[in-house]
């Protein structure tokens, strides 16, 4: 584990990821679902800058994690707006409560 | 262990604890708000990798856009005053096991590969290249990007505004 290798970035995006997986397979609250998410993303951007740095020494991972960061965007500006019309409509965001997708 | 390593090490152990935190906290407030130490912290190991615009635009959009549009959903939606149960878990103890058992599978294949590395590595400023990247070999998927953004945009503006029924 030292900052020169390549192994102890991908064990930390490994414990992001995982942490990502837990909280998206625990929480019942639907925006906490979406920071799993967040966070399963950004375990990913890790791998894919740290395999640009360690092994090509190009730059082609670091476009591709920027393409996976505006994408993280979209997904938390409509996942959110959803959200939010679900809380209109049924006044929870429990994602147990919200089985099914009309009144 | 020199000066490198240490900022590392407190790096990452601020990432993986605010990450925890988003995990395992009994607060929606406080997962909202320890994800802003998980960004930053990745933000810095990209710096480490010597990714400088990336970590640029880690900072400008996952702090300055993701994490406000977060915390304005949690404001909207749950009641403040009952802070207890904001923030339900379900199946924790069977959700822990594989989660366990994912993580030690993977640190392991990480550990055991013989990963293929450059002779040298080197540290330069990285945004002309991006820059010249994205408008040669990759401008049509930055062209679709800017679809996909208004796409997204629109799609949310559609969502969240109030329906008038007649």
């Not at chain 1, 584990?1 to 970035?9: A, D, F, R, T």
């Not at chain 2, 090490?9 to 929606?28: E, K, P, Q």
């Not at chain 2, 810095?44 to 977060?70: K, R, S, T």
Request: proline share 1%.
């Amino acid at each position: 584990m030292s900052p020169n290798e390549l192994s102890s970035y991908l064990t930390l995006g490994a414990i992001l990821f995982a942490l990502g997986l837990f909280t998206v397979l625990t929480r019942r609250n639907a925006i906490s679902v979406l920071m799993g998410v967040e966070l399963i993303l950004n375990s990913a951007n890790i791998n894919y800058v740290a395999f640009s740095h360690f092994s090509s020494g190009n730059h082609v991972g670091q476009i591709y994690a920027i393409f996976v960061i505006m994408l993280a965007a979209a997904e938390a500006a409509v996942g959110l707006a959803i959200v939010l019309a679900i809380f209109q409509l049924f006044h929870s965001i429990d994602v147990e409560a919200v089985e099914t997708l009309k009144e | 262990m020199d000066v490198s390593t240490a900022v590392f090490y407190l790096i990452a152990l601020v990432t993986v604890v605010s990450a925890g935190m988003v995990a395992f906290s009994r607060n929606i407030i406080y997962s909202a708000f320890s994800l802003l130490g998980t960004f930053m912290g990745v933000a810095g190991i990209y710096v480490f990798l010597g990714a400088d615009f990336v970590a640029a635009v880690q900072l400008l959009i996952y702090v300055g856009g993701i994490l406000v549009l977060i915390l304005f959903a949690v404001m909207l939606t749950h009641r403040i005053t009952d802070v207890e149960i904001t923030n339900r878990a379900a199946g924790r103890i069977p959700a822990l096991l594989v989660v366990a058992l994912f993580l030690v599978l993977v640190i392991q294949i990480v550990k055991e590969t013989p990963w293929a590395r450059a002779k040298e590595i080197t540290f330069a400023a990285t945004t002309a290249k991006i820059g010249d990247s994205f408008l040669y070999e990759y401008l049509l998927p930055f062209e679709l990007a800017s679809l996909v953004l208004l796409g997204a945009m629109i799609g949310a503006v559609v969502l969240s505004r109030k329906e008038i029924k007649e």
